[in-house]
């Protein structure tokens, strides 16, 4: 009889990684209460006079990695739910885009250029409080940065690092933003529409090195995110509750390649 691998391992977590599709891979941090579920639905056949089952048949095979970690990143964010994600560079600034279902506001907002003013890393909000007027709110401080006319244009003052023209008639409760970034910084965005899914990405399972029973890595080649459930502690931290379903790679044939990353000495 050929010998068979009886070593041991355990299946403490170390961390999970998300490998997206252009290669990179994003930790899903401190990873706790993770679990990896591979059931079987058994479909029992019984005969005419007997109380158990004759016989069992696997009807069909469940596979499922969930978990809780304590970070993600706005990209990974959008894996694990759909979205569109876009960056904006450092020292850059957005168009104006409308938070409202009337975009009165952001079409009357014209950015003709920057200003010596260093730029800063904040969204800067215009709200319509009459056809001619508008206030503006720093979105990381709260405060009202002023209360200004379209007739007084254009103006240097409102938004740092940008020369702005507001100019046009207001609907009132009309809103739109502008996202800027400082030198060295940069800004992540995710729009998620009504219709985003998440789509099949590769997932990554590292257990905790063991001296005695070495470290395994787990490898789904292809899995779809269950959806994540997120808890705010107050005055502490978000948690994300997280899911994911494997599937068969339909190019390799395979679920998961379970290997050993090092053998106990």
């Known amino acids: 009889m050929a010998n068979v691998e009886t070593k041991k391992f355990g299946i403490g977590v170390q961390n999970i990684f998300v490998r997206l599709p252009d290669g990179t ?25 007997s109380r158990v089952p004759l016989n069992t048949i696997v009807g069909q095979k469940d596979v499922k990695i969930t978990g809780k970690h304590a970070q993600t990143s706005l990209k990974l964010l959008n ?19 409308s938070d409202t279902a009337d975009a009165s506001m952001k079409t009357a907002i014209t950015i003709n250029s920057t200003t010596a003013t260093p730029k800063v890393t904040d969204i800067f909000s215009f709200f319509a409080l009459s056809a ?31 020369s702005i023209t507001v100019d046009g008639t207001l609907v009132v409760g009309s809103v739109a933003n502008i996202k800027t970034s400082a030198i060295g910084e940069s800004v992540e965005v995710r729009d998620e529409d009504k219709n985003d899914a998440p789509g099949y990405i590769a997932l ?10 070495g470290q395994i890595e787990i490898l789904y080649y292809s899995v779809r995110s269950g959806g994540i459930n997120v808890t705010l502690k107050t005055l502490e931290h978000a948690e994300f509750d997280f899911s994911f379903e494997p599937r068969v790679e339909p190019t390799l044939g395979k679920i998961s390649q379970w290997r050993t990353l090092s053998t106990p000495s």
């Open 25 to 49: 891979e994003e930790s899903l941090g401190a990873v706790q209460d993770a679990s990896i579920n591979n059931t079987f639905a058994l479909n029992k056949k019984y005969g005419d006079d």
């Open 79 to 97: 894996y694990l739910q759909g979205g569109t994600f876009t960056g904006m560079d450092t020292d850059s600034y957005s168009a104006p885009e």
């Open 132 to 162: 001619s007027t508008y206030k503006v709110i720093q979105s990381s401080t709260g405060a009202v940065v002023g209360t200004f006319s379209t007739s007084a244009y254009p103006n240097t003052a409102i938004v740092p690092g940008l």
């Open 204 to 213: 990554r399972v590292i257990t905790e090195p063991s001296p005695s029973e």
